[in-house]
């Protein structure tokens, strides 16, 4: 499903919605514009988890990128959004090698746990998550589908997409990110 003119509120509530594309095809942009409706819709409280690695030019110098990656969820003002962003490291950046990159990824999931397990007690009516995949590099996905799927609506988005070399977190990556599209209302790709 591929979006265009104006973003309907109706359209994502009560649905689990999952944006999926490669690496500055426009996921955190369109997340933002969905929120943005919702938030003008009165959709009550909405709940942002935002799994967006802090990327620094070191991280972009050692791998010889120049491509701008990622970025975090920038939420409307407004009394009815619990915005969360843990600290979160770019593994395939900055892992010198496949083993410290699973390792900052394990860190990565310990930080998100540790965030989920607070914060999901709390009531909410919309849950919105930047960057997921980052959950996916370490993280079960039938236990990231729990927590999408605990909220009456969610709209997530994720990388899935041919940047990344097959290193054993973007083969995990790519298969969680397919179980959450094989489990999802709407998908849209980028």
């Known amino acids: 499903m591929r979006l265009s003119g104006n973003i309907i509120a109706e359209k994502f509530i009560h649905r689990f919605t999952l944006i999926v594309g490669d690496i500055n095809s426009g996921k955190t942009t369109l997340t933002k514009q969905v929120l943005d409706v919702l938030c003008k819709a009165n959709a009550g409280v909405v709940t942002v988890f935002d799994f967006a ?7 972009l110098e050692a791998h010889k990128q120049t491509a701008f990656l990622g ?8 009394e009815d959004i619990r915005y ?3 600290r979160i490291h770019p593994p395939r950046l900055r892992g010198r090698d496949e083993s410290e990159a699973e390792a900052l990824a394990a860190e990565n999931l310990r930080a998100i746990e540790a965030l989920l397990d607070k914060e999901l007690s709390n009531d909410t009516d919309a849950i919105f998550i930047n960057d997921c995949s980052l959950y996916l590099h370490s993280g079960s996905a039938s236990r990231l589908l729990e927590v999408i799927l605990g909220c009456p609506t ?8 041919r940047f990344f070399d097959d290193s054993s977190i973007s083969i995990k990556e790519r298969d969680g990110m397919e179980f959450l599209m094989r489990h999802c209302d709407q998908l849209i790709k980028l």
């Open 84 to 86: 969360y962003r843990p």
């Open 154 to 161: 969610s709209v997530v988005n994720g990388y899935l997409g």
């Open 71 to 78: 970025g975090p969820l920038q939420t409307p003002d407004s």
């Open 53 to 59: 690695p802090e990327i620094t030019p070191q991280d």
